[in-house]
């Protein structure tokens, strides 16, 4: 809910700062005192067009802060979340606006866009007057509003679901015929590209390994000089070294008994090295033998190496894909040969996934409708006692277009209004006036009170064109939806003030030439006195205090 609001330099209004609770609060005022001023500077807190107009004269700029309290899960948390903005224990939106017309805006002090700034002010606040277009006045809010009143009945999730599965197999169908239709048309290259790569026979890791063969037998006579220049180091004078390092250990061994400790780890050294050199010697034999110098060999390993890096260019891909692009091509082939009988299955699928949805949406459909009648006779009952027992309420549910069809089904649902027997029901902000629109409003969020996620709502002379009873009634009506949610009320109606926990005055005075615009709350007895004067008029007499007192109860 709203609980503070602080207002800088907006037309009449110098320095405001109110303070907010639950229950039901009213404005009361003058006309022309400046009520209009408080909604239009909280409409600026939460994203409506900047208006230099209303930036107060003498000043450069303008500026709003309103401070929310909400539940943990309260639709705005997601949208901070979402946009990587700070969540604090309470929400504060602020909006600057400059003389030449400039704003900006900020959500717990972090810059934002005045379109989120919108966004998430639509989640906190609902203002219901004679001039709205946006709320229950859009219809495009009418069905989700419809299905919070019908709750957990809906079975919003399986239709959810339905939905997504249909979508991925129409996917995956519309996948298939694309490629089916891409091989028929490219049938012909598709065949001359099996055929090319199935005589090529390309293997994975092939390039590397003639890459490395080519570059051992390019260079064959080098490598097999040096092998043969370190075989002969390993054999001078035509004993090789691993005799010769035998040669030396036997000697030694006959004197081991003789020399002691030191001797012995002679003769093991020698062994270790008679050992490595004669499998060195081994190992250089093998090498030079294996060594490769038939040119032939080199024209073979390259024209395998080109060949592989040629039809890898044609194809714009790489050696190493070709293995995987010819098992593309014989599946291409293989599914024009099969007849399509991969598309058939999957078109099956999706049809079976469509009918699913269709029944899971139809499901939602007459649980709608269920809860459209029910919420249509507890709005008819609102009606009467608001002077509008002429008028109908109904709640209107409609087939969608398929191509308009989604995740919620296929309804498209309005709440429309008669105001005349006989008449035809229409859209509800074309066919109410401006004091019946508000008092509809009054009378769909009296019912709706429970299910909406907006804390707070605003009405603005919802008593308008009424009084007396009628009056009376707005005002119970407003004070019972104040259990349930904040409520705030700009009103001229002394049947509407006696109803609130709390009561604001707004004021209009002229101090050192300025007009200045003050809003004070009102204790116990100034209440009495403020209804009073709304009774009376500019003469209070103690008939209008013991009227009021009577109405406060």
């Known amino acids: 809910m709203l609980v503070r609001l602080s207002i800088r330099d907006v037309v009449l209004i110098e320095r405001l700062d109110l303070s907010f609770a639950d229950g039901l609060g009213v404005l009361t005022g003058e006309t022309g005192a400046g009520k209009s001023i408080l909604l239009d500077s909280l409409g600026l807190a939460l994203g409506d067009r900047a208006d230099a107009g209303l930036v107060r004269t003498g000043t450069d700029q303008l500026s709003v802060t309103a401070e929310f309290d909400l539940p943990k899960a309260h639709p705005a ?39 989120l700034l919108r966004r998430i002010g639509d989640t906190l606040v609902e203002v219901h007057g004679q001039f709205d277009t946006h709320g229950l006045l859009d219809p495009a809010t009418h069905r989700s509003v419809l299905d919070a009143y019908a709750g957990q009945a809906l079975g919003r999730t399986g239709c959810r679901a339905a939905w997504k599965l249909w979508q991925a197999t129409r996917a995956a169908r519309d996948m298939a015929e694309r490629d089916m239709k891409a091989a028929r048309d490219e049938e012909d290259s598709l065949r001359h590209a099996e055929k090319e790569l199935s005589a090529l026979k390309p293997q994975r890791g092939e390039e590397a390994d003639l890459a490395e063969r080519r570059q051992t037998l390019m260079n064959g006579e080098k490598l097999a000089e040096g092998l043969n220049g370190a075989l002969s180091s390993l054999t001078p004078g035509g004993a090789d070294i691993a005799t010769s390092l035998r040669s030396a250990q036997r000697h030694l061994e006959r004197i081991a008994g003789m020399a002691g400790p030191a001797v012995s780890s002679i003769i093991d050294a020698l062994e270790r090295a008679a050992i490595e050199a004669a499998e060195a010697h081994e190992l250089l034999e093998r090498t030079v033998a294996d060594i490769d110098l038939d040119p032939r060999r080199l024209e073979e390993v390259e024209e395998r190496l080109f060949a592989l890096r040629a039809v890898a260019r044609k194809h714009g891909c790489e050696v190493g894909d070709l293995p995987s692009l010819l098992d593309t091509v014989r599946r291409r082939l293989a599914a024009l040969e099969d007849g399509g009988s991969d598309l058939a299955r999957l078109a099956k699928e999706e049809q079976a996934a469509r009918l699913t949805y269709i029944e899971a949406a139809r499901t939602m459909s007459r649980v709608r409708q269920t809860a459209a009648t029910r919420l249509d006779g507890l709005v008819a009952a609102e009606l009467p006692p608001l002077k509008l027992d002429r008028a109908r309420f109904v709640t209107t549910i409609a087939d969608l277009p398929e191509d308009q069809w989604g995740p919620d089904g296929l309804d498209r649902v309005a709440f429309e209004v008669a105001t005349n027997p006989g008449a035809a029901p229409g859209p509800l902000g074309k066919i109410a006036s401006g004091g019946e629109l508000a008092r509809f409003m009054l009378a769909l969020k009296v019912v709706l009170a429970r299910v909406s996620s907006v804390p707070t709502l605003v009405f603005d002379e919802v008593d308008a064109g009424i009084g007396g009873a009628t009056a009376a009634a707005v005002g119970e009506r407003l004070a019972r939806l104040a259990d349930d949610v904040q409520v705030l009320v700009v009103t001229h109606s002394p049947q509407v003030a006696a109803k609130a ?12 030439g300025q007009t200045v615009t003050t809003v004070s709350p009102l204790s116990d007895e100034d209440r009495l006195e403020e209804v009073a004067r709304m009774l009376s008029g500019e003469s209070i007499t103690d008939h209008a205090r013991a009227a009021a007192a009577s109405l406060m109860g």
């Open 77 to 115: 948390r997601d949208i901070l979340k979402e946009q990587g903005l700070a969540d604090e224990d309470t929400l504060i939106v602020r909006r600057i606006v400059t003389k030449d017309g400039r704003s900006r805006a900020s959500v717990n002090d972090q810059s934002a866009s005045v379109g």
């Open 501 to 512: 926990r709390r009561h604001w005055k707004v004021a209009k005075s002229v101090t050192d």
